[in-house]
């Protein structure tokens, strides 16, 4: 690449991902095709309670298929509009979203949360803000940051590649308020707690609480999937499903796969009991991880439970060094 290329490249990227500049046709990481995909299939929105709705994807990993859909954004209708949690993995997907919730309510979003950085929670911001320029996208700021410092373009190369560039056109569009957890909003008749419990799957991993209608959004921190644990803490996510516990909610919706009431929040728990009681005590006695992987899988909870989750036998290897370098840092 000639060097005037170059450092017009690098304007681009960066100039898309601030601001009102991400309304500007910026592609970034799309190889410059200044074309969107095709629009997104829609999806029929799942009632949970008066209040909360989500979009369960079918899927538990991005495809040509399925356009990249493979998380669940959710709504909560509220008297004075509509409160969005993550938005997908594309603009196509937040566009759905938006046409979605028109055939439920006729009230306008009003913010969206984004729990944490991975792009399946965030990308589709891009469709809320080119709606509403003003928009409130609320997230912790170290999900800014993340985005804003290369994992933004992570993603959208991940989604391009898993979706057959399914997701062309999208612009990194990173939140633009932050919250620390610990606030509580009121939106009229609603109101929203926000929780911030440490790292879990991520280090600024927001939970989601819908006070009124005993419902929690806990993002990626609960999950009957194994995917990716390379940002998040065993110890941590122990520590938060004991908090979303102690929430006392009738539903928790997570990120992937379907909602349901406090026993996701204790499958995970144990899930991450198991594998990390495990790697503490096989480390101590120098097996290495995958000399302890077979171990661990003949736990009775990994063979009735977990081992039928979508992940497990490609991934769970993965989840066991994890915790050993976790069991390692720990030590010292
Ligand atoms: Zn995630």
């Known amino acids: 690449m000639k060097r005037r290329e170059l450092i017009k490249t690098a304007?681009?990227?960066?100039?898309?991902?601030v601001g009102m500049s991400a309304l500007k046709p910026l592609y970034a990481n799309t190889g410059g095709m200044e074309f969107r995909a095709e629009p997104m299939y829609d999806v029929t929105p799942t009632k949970v309670t008066d209040k909360t709705y989500y979009f369960l994807a079918k899927d538990p990993e991005p495809s040509p298929d399925n356009h990249a859909f493979f998380n669940n954004p959710g709504f909560i209708?509220?008297?004075?509009?509509?409160v969005v949690i993550d938005t997908g993995s594309s603009v196509q997907i937040g566009e759905m979203v938006l046409r979605q919730i028109k055939t439920v309510t006729d009230k306008p979003v009003i913010a969206?949360?984004?729990t944490h950085y991975h792009g399946d929670h965030f990308l589709g911001n891009h469709a809320f803000i080119e709606q509403n320029p003003k928009l409130d996208i609320f997230s912790h700021q170290a999900t800014i940051d993340n985005i804003k410092n290369g994992g933004g373009e992570f993603w959208v190369g991940f989604m391009q590649r898993s979706s057959n560039n399914g997701i062309s056109g999208?612009?990194?569009?990173?939140?633009?308020k932050t919250v620390n957890g610990g606030e509580t909003m009121k939106f009229g008749d609603t109101t929203i707690k926000i929780h911030q419990w440490g790292t879990?799957?991520?280090e600024c991993d927001l939970i989601v609480e819908v006070v009124?209608?005993?419902?929690?959004?806990l993002g990626d921190t609960a999950m009957r999937r194994v995917a990716n644990m390379a940002d998040g803490s065993f110890p941590g996510t122990i520590e938060a499903m004991k908090k979303a516990k102690a929430l006392n909610c009738d539903y928790y919706i997570v990120g992937h796969g379907p909602h349901d009431n406090v026993s996701v929040c204790e499958d995970m728990q144990k899930f991450c009991e198991v594998i990390y009681g495990d790697a503490t005590k096989y480390y101590d006695e120098g097996l290495s991880d995958f000399e302890m992987k077979p171990k661990i899988m003949q736990q009775?909870?990994?063979?009735?439970?977990a081992s039928s989750w979508p992940g497990y036998e490609h991934?769970?290897?993965k989840f066991i060094a994890v915790a050993v370098a976790e069991v390692e840092k720990n030590m010292f």
């Open 11 to 17: 304007f681009g990227l960066s100039a898309g991902l």
């Open 77 to 82: 209708i509220t008297s004075e509009g509509v």
């Open 112 to 114: 969206v949360i984004n």
């Open 170 to 176: 999208t612009v990194i569009t990173p939140p633009n």
């Open 200 to 202: 879990a799957h991520t």
């Open 212 to 217: 009124e209608d005993k419902v929690a959004f």
């Open 300 to 305: 009775p909870f990994m063979k009735d439970v």
């Open 315 to 317: 991934t769970i290897g």
